[in-house]
């Protein structure tokens, strides 16, 4: 029988069908999941950045099966450095924050407590002041307007967004600019 290590030591690229596939042995072999995140998060391990990319192709198609890890997710954040891998994971977050944001999943709503949303919130702010590419930025921006347009949400939260939006709004790449443009006309003062 094959591993999850297996399958992603052999993804020769970033394509989606070599994602997919990856993801597809998982979705067969739920047992595996949680060897998937750990290997994800295991920065040691040379193709971390691979298992973090079938990680979000899992999520998509099983959005629950993160929660019974969600503390080790979400403690498990800052320790990603790579774009590769803060991409797919930060993907992973956005989906979380939207699914939180609309209330649209009862059991994530149920699963996630306040302290592993407030990890998620300070990674969030580490992406978009940080180094990274465009695409953890922009996760970021729409993670932290999720959650922070809440009504039990602390009022800092936009607040922040919308100062770190408006400062850096023309110094960045066009991808940037047009969602934080979207989230400011919809942040309130």
């Not at 690229?13 to 998937?36: I, M």
Request: overall charge neutral; charged content about 20%.
């Amino acid at each position: 029988m094959t591993t999850v290590k297996e399958h992603i030591e052999q993804l020769k690229n970033a394509s989606r069908q070599n994602r997919q596939k990856a993801a597809d042995f998982v979705l067969q072999h739920p047992e595996h999941f949680e060897e998937l995140l750990n290997l994800a998060f295991d920065t040691g391990y040379l193709w971390h950045h691979k298992a973090a990319w079938v990680v979000e192709f899992v999520y998509k198609a099983q959005p629950e099966w993160l929660y019974p890890h969600l503390d080790f997710f979400t403690r498990s954040l800052t320790g990603l450095q790579k774009d590769s891998a803060i991409r797919p994971i930060g993907k992973v977050c956005e989906l979380l924050s939207n699914s939180y944001h609309k209330k649209s999943n009862w059991l994530l709503v149920n699963s996630i407590q306040q302290e592993q949303l407030d990890r998620i919130v300070s990674v969030a702010f580490d992406w978009l002041i940080g180094a990274y590419q465009v695409a953890p930025k922009v996760y970021a921006m729409q993670i932290l307007y999720n959650l922070g347009s809440l009504p039990e949400s602390q009022v800092w939260i936009l607040q922040e967004l919308k100062a770190i939006l408006s400062e850096n709004l023309y110094q960045e790449q066009k991808a940037y600019q047009a969602r934080a443009k979207y989230l400011l006309l919809k942040i309130k003062d």
